[in-house]
């Protein structure tokens, strides 16, 4: 019985291995099932120390202002206490902070700490903190905001990471989310392809060191849902008055997604 088994599994493998030229879960850059969160932390790891340099190469400086942009949709007062999920280097959290200014305060969770350590080497008043975004270490409604930038793509489910940052947030408060995004226009999506499969995979990879990050970030891009399918993703996850923009011809999109109960949206 064993034996019949194993000898189906073989032909399977052969006949997936003729069809595609590789065995569909060893491709580069695609994790096999239920591998994703090692496979995620061991890509971050290796790349932690040119992470910044390469986000602003790769996106020709573009992520500073669709960093700028997310930090205006959470709609900062000054004395808030938002959460940055994956915050990795701490981009958006120094982003946040500078606007916050001393007033406020900045958590930055993270399950990867050399990316961790780097936020905590460049600014002071940022509180990195190792956890997952499946499992928030904060109490229910005990926080203003929370922001995810470029995160959600990594977590295996998406769903329970918003439904966990919902959670934390006070009734009233915001969930904003940064993420890649693909644009509408036929000429721009052949352009935004050859750019996603040719370009960066190569230039990250000579920056970086590893190849298999590189592979992975334009994999994972095209296999994450539309900016609609996300927005539906977020009121389940129990987020209502949600809406989402385009920035830069659609390349990436910010959604923002408000906790139900009294409260208000922040000013
Ligand atoms: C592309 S980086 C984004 C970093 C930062 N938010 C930014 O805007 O530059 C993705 C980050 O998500 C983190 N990450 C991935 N999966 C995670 C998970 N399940 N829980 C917590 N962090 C996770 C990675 O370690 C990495 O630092």
Not at 25 to 34: M, S, Y
Not at 219 to 225: D, E, G
Request: charged content about 25%.
């Amino acid at each position: 019985m064993a034996g019949a088994a194993g000898a189906r599994e073989l032909l399977c493998r052969v006949c997936i291995t003729v069809q595609t030229g590789v065995q569909r879960e060893d491709r580069p850059g695609t994790p096999r099932a239920g591998e994703k969160p090692a496979y995620v932390h061991r890509a971050f790891v290796a790349i932690a120390n040119r992470y910044d340099l390469l986000n602003t190469l790769l996106s020709f400086n573009l992520d500073r202002g669709w960093r700028r942009a997310t930090v205006a949709a959470v709609g900062l007062s000054g004395s808030e206490a938002i959460l940055d999920v994956a915050t990795g280097t701490g981009m958006l959290a120094r982003e946040m902070q500078r606007r916050l200014g001393a007033g406020g305060k900045v958590l930055g969770i993270d399950f990867c700490e050399p990316m961790l350590r780097r936020a905590k080497g460049l600014a002071d008043n940022i509180h990195p903190v190792l956890a997952t975004a499946e499992r928030l270490p904060f109490a229910d409604s005990s926080l203003d905001g929370a922001t995810v930038a470029f995160g959600l793509r990594n977590v295996p489910d998406m769903e329970m990471a918003l439904r966990e940052a919902t959670r934390v947030v006070r009734p009233g408060g915001r969930v904003v989310c940064l993420e890649f995004s693909r644009p509408r226009n036929a000429i721009l999506q052949r352009l935004h392809r050859f750019y996603l499969l040719r370009v960066l995979p190569t230039v990250g990879w000579l920056i970086s060191g590893d190849r298999e990050a590189y592979v992975y970030l334009p994999r994972s891009i095209m296999a994450f849902p539309s900016a609609e399918e996300l927005r539906s993703v977020m009121e389940k996850a129990g987020l209502e008055k949600t809406a989402y923009r385009f920035l830069t011809w659609g390349v990436v999109a910010i959604h923002s997604g408000t906790k139900p109960g009294p409260g208000g949206a922040p000013a």
